[in-house]
């Protein structure tokens, strides 16, 4: 699966709108992105995930770039219980049908009030 | 709806016993993954099951460590014996399609101390 790249931290102000940067520079066609968060002491909690078009749905909207070599998860209205830990996940089929998740150090979001 | 139960939530014991969690995968789903996460190593994927046959097992660290898919509705991870370093939080998280771009569903984990 191709790597990912994101920020360690960021700080987003309470009711601004967070746009959290990944990058996926050897992203190949069929490889999906996905969006995981997990708030401390809690499960990851899947967001988003898209190919190639860009996804929204009432947690988040996913852009990708056209190259497909980054992108952007944007959460419209950052709220304090947004503060978490989020991954940008990018995964293929193996061949499996596993599309298996491999988790890096994503970014530390803290919303601020 | 439900989502994926996980138990017990919180286990400690001495090294050398045996220690059995549980998973229970949301309804309808047919595949079943198993994670641990710690401060070294992040998130790691065990195993995984599809339709309650293990495809993957590559993860597991040892074979102190086995899972079994006895149902459609319910997996377990077992350590025996258990050891200080096996103490982490060990997920479990379920996708409807077996082979699908789908997304897993975590549980809330079991945080496992290892005395």
């Known amino acids: 699966d191709a790597k990912t790249t994101q920020p360690p931290s960021m700080d987003c102000a309470e009711g601004r709108a967070a746009n959290l940067p990944c990058n996926h520079s050897?992203?190949?066609?069929?490889?999906?992105v996905y969006w995981y968060r997990q708030i401390h002491s809690q499960g990851p909690q899947y967001i988003i995930h898209g190919l190639k078009n860009n996804e929204t749905n009432e947690m988040a909207s996913l852009i990708i770039t056209e190259d497909r070599k980054s992108s952007t998860l944007i959460l419209p209205h950052a709220t304090l219980r947004d503060t978490a830990v989020y991954y940008c996940i990018v995964s293929r089929d193996s061949g499996a049908g596993s599309y298996q998740l491999t988790f890096g150090k994503g970014t530390k979001l803290s919303v601020i009030p | 709806d439900a989502g994926v139960i996980q138990s017990p939530r919180h286990e400690v014991t001495e090294m050398g016993q045996e220690v059995t969690l549980r998973c229970k995968p949301i309804?309808?789903?047919?595949?079943l993954f198993w994670y641990r996460q710690t401060m070294m190593r992040g998130l790691e994927l065990l195993i995984y099951f599809n339709n309650n046959v293990p495809i993957d097992d590559s993860g597991m660290p040892e074979d102190r460590f086995s899972a079994k898919m006895p149902n459609a509705s319910f997996s377990t991870l077992k350590i025996q014996p258990s050891e200080p370093r096996d103490s982490a939080v060990y997920f479990c998280a379920s996708r409807r399609d077996s082979y699908s771009n789908q997304p897993q569903h975590f549980g809330d984990g079991t945080r496992l101390s290892i005395l």
């Open positions: 050897t992203i190949s066609g069929n490889e999906y």
């Open positions: 309804s309808g789903h047919n595949s």
